[in-house]
């Protein structure tokens, strides 16, 4: 029995009294039901509808598993019973034979039930079983019928009297249609006269199959009864090949959608990392293995950003932005880092839409790590659902939907978090509640961290770069951070560590920091014992390395200028005391052009524009001169950027020396 004969046989309204489904006596027109396939907490609420006509129902509810897609009788029997697409069909044959209305030649598959084969048992007493059965000692008896290539490479069909040749391959997506262009001759090697009869048809549709069949006999004078039969096991031969290839694209999406695992650590490996896991000085460990699978230099910052991001699986996961000039090394740092942490929770994005989070599944992004290499080129509507999904820890979008009477309503849609964000920047200045957000990491631009980069990269290039030594590094940081939970953490010295006033945002960083210190208490989870609570104690040993690792964030947050151009400032400073020196001016006297400083500091003449304009407006230069005149700087503001850091560390340390020695 072929699909066509099934949806013929056995009725939308039939089905729907089979399986206990409430409908109406009426099915002239469509009406509603409860749909059977979701919940809905109006009881009474009908939002499927059926229509006998088509012979087929469609849910408008969002929330059902089979919207927005109509089901026919073999789909709802499908869903119905959660079958795979074969097993629905068998269990539908199943559903008319217990219904009396089973054809009593089972080897005609576009046998229709007659009057009274409709209201009485068939003649025949056939069950399932015995059909099936039959089937296959047809297969037994006939083990030439299969499908073949011709040599086009064509699928072929070959019977005693014909040749079917399909000029193309049925589409396998659609279940419901099989529409091909067929080329049907009679089999040359019985008949002397081997006349051909072309046509595109959808095999599935009955009506036009059996007027394609009665004109290929006519043509090709061959029986009816015999170009049916041939129709019949090709039409059977091609439902399984479309349903094996589309068992096997299935199975091909899934091997692909599934997360490649870890390769397993040797016992010396395995060993490693459970020392490195039950070692106090775990923090630098995981530093040491980060250097050793590539990321050269960065010592603070990579640590700090490990640790960021490793903070994932919270309920209040921290985020971080990489900022610098380009070519900097930030994307090397953020992606070296980022290796380290399962694939399956990394979304990386090159870009973000303006209303691309509010498309994903509710729980989708839960527990993710969104990474971003370069968030100069998100929209402010996509800076802005990114912030409120970070900060919030959820985004809601009221969009408009079609209710099932076709009325226009109002909709809600939530994308739930939470997540973590890492991202890149080369912008000076940000919005300030999208930097407030985010822990900031300033890449080290300087000369001695531009030779470290060059010397790695000469010796990769000569072949002086131990590979196996950096993967090995890289597999051990997998599993450690596999290794990971987020274990309950109590920090009882929090109300003793307190950031300078002078902090911008100061509320904001100071929930981030205190997080951030019960993150490197997480790192400690193997090495040290919870309490009898199973919760974990944060230790001065802890704080210490929390304001270790934190402290260039602690001083960016204070300063004024950020990283960049901070670098660039005292750079300035710098080469004006020099050449103001072997001058004999007064350093503050002293006058100077753009050229003058982007040949000495070597950067674009766009980027020292951008840093003159924006220390200008800060009012740590001015200018003088212009129309027709060189225009001339001077310093004004000589701040002294040393003895702030050194404030803000006494400030820090002073704090932890004082803590109580029991929290």
């Known amino acids: 029995m072929q699909i066509p004969q099934i949806k013929t046989l056995l009725t939308i309204t039939e089905l729907l009294n089979y399986l206990g489904i409430p409908t109406k006596k009426t099915v002239a027109k469509s009406y509603s039901i409860r749909c059977p396939f979701h919940e809905e907490k109006n009881k009474l609420k009908k939002n499927m509808s059926v229509y006998p006509g088509d012979n087929t129902v469609y849910c408008f509810s969002t929330k059902c598993k089979t919207h927005p897609h109509s089901q026919d009788v073999i789909g709802v029997v499908k869903h119905y019973y959660n079958l795979g697409d074969h097993e629905a069909i068998m269990k539908s044959k199943q559903i008319i034979y217990e219904l009396g209305k089973w054809p009593v030649d089972l080897l005609n598959p576009f046998a229709t039930a007659n009057e009274q084969q409709t209201n009485e048992q068939p003649a025949i007493n056939h069950s399932m079983k015995t059909a099936e059965k039959k089937e296959e000692e047809t297969e037994k008896q006939n083990p030439a019928i299969a499908l073949t290539r011709n040599h086009y490479g064509q699928l072929c069909y070959i019977s005693k009297h014909l ?16 529409r091909v262009g067929l080329l049907v001759q009679k089999n040359p090697h019985v008949h002397a006269c081997a006349a051909i009869r072309q046509g595109t048809i959808d095999l599935y549709h009955y009506e036009g199959l059996q007027k394609f069949i009665k004109k290929t006999a006519e043509q090709l004078t061959i029986t009816p009864g015999s170009t049916q039969e041939a129709f019949a096991e090709c039409i059977e031969l091609l439902e399984k090949y479309k349903m094996e290839k589309h068992l096997q694209q299935q199975h091909k999406k899934q091997q692909l959608d599934m997360p490649t695992p870890l390769p397993l650590l040797t016992p010396a490996q395995q060993q490693l990392m459970e020392e490195i896991l039950q070692s106090n000085k775990i923090v630098e460990k995981i530093n040491e293995l980060i250097g050793k699978a590539g990321i050269i230099g960065e010592e603070n910052n990579r640590i700090f950003l490990f640790t960021i991001l490793s903070a994932y699986k919270l309920q209040q996961p921290l985020s971080a932005l990489i900022q610098g000039s380009s070519g900097s090394g930030k994307t090397a740092l953020f992606a070296g880092v980022l290796q380290f942490f399962p694939e399956k929770d990394v979304f990386n994005s090159t870009r973000i839409t303006d209303g691309s989070l509010y498309n994903f599944g509710e729980h989708e992004l839960m527990f993710k790590i969104i990474a971003n290499e370069d968030i100069d080129g998100l929209s402010p509507q996509a800076l802005f659902a990114l912030r409120e999904l970070v900060s919030k820890g959820f985004i809601i979008s009221s969009t408009t939907i079609k209710d099932e009477d076709g009325n226009i309503k109002s909709a809600l849609i939530k994308v739930n978090g939470p997540v973590s964000f890492a991202g890149c920047t080369t912008q000076a200045a940000l919005y300030e509640d999208n930097m407030g957000r985010v822990f900031t990491i300033a890449v080290d631009e300087s000369m001695e961290q531009t030779k470290r ?11 002086k770069i131990d590979k196996q030594q950096q993967g090995e590094a890289i597999l051990l940081l997998q599993h450690i951070v596999q290794k990971l939970q987020p274990v309950e953490v109590i920090n009882a010295y929090a109300e003793y560590i307190n950031l300078p006033n002078e902090t911008h945002q100061l509320r904001r960083l100071n929930a ?10 997480r790192l400690h989870q193997h090495a040290e014992k919870p309490d009898n609570k199973g919760v974990y104690r944060t230790t001065k040993q802890h704080i210490q390395l929390s304001a270790d690792s934190f402290f260039e964030c602690i001083v960016l947050k204070c300063d004024e200028l950020n990283g960049e151009i901070r670098k660039f400032y005292e750079w300035l400073k710098a080469y004006i005391s020099k050449k103001s020196k072997a001058a004999g001016e007064d350093k503050k006297q002293y006058r100077f052009t753009q050229r003058e400083i982007r040949q000495g500091y070597n950067k674009s003449k766009a980027s020292i524009s951008n840093y003159f304009q924006y220390l200008t407006e ?5 200018s003088s001169g212009g129309n027709n005149r060189k225009v001339m700087y001077q310093i004004d503001y000589w701040d002294d950027y040393q003895a702030m850091r050194k404030r803000l560390k006494d400030f820090i340390q002073q704090q932890i020396d004082a803590l109580p020695d029991a929290g």
């Open 453 to 463: 980069i060059i010397d790695y990269q000469n010796k990769k290039s000569a072949g």
């Open 512 to 521: 981030l920091f205190k997080i951030y210190i019960e993150q490197i208490t």
């Open 618 to 622: 800060l009012e740590y230069i001015s």
């Open 163 to 178: 040749q079917i040749h399909l000029l193309n391959e049925p589409e396998i997506k659609s279940l419901n249609s099989m």
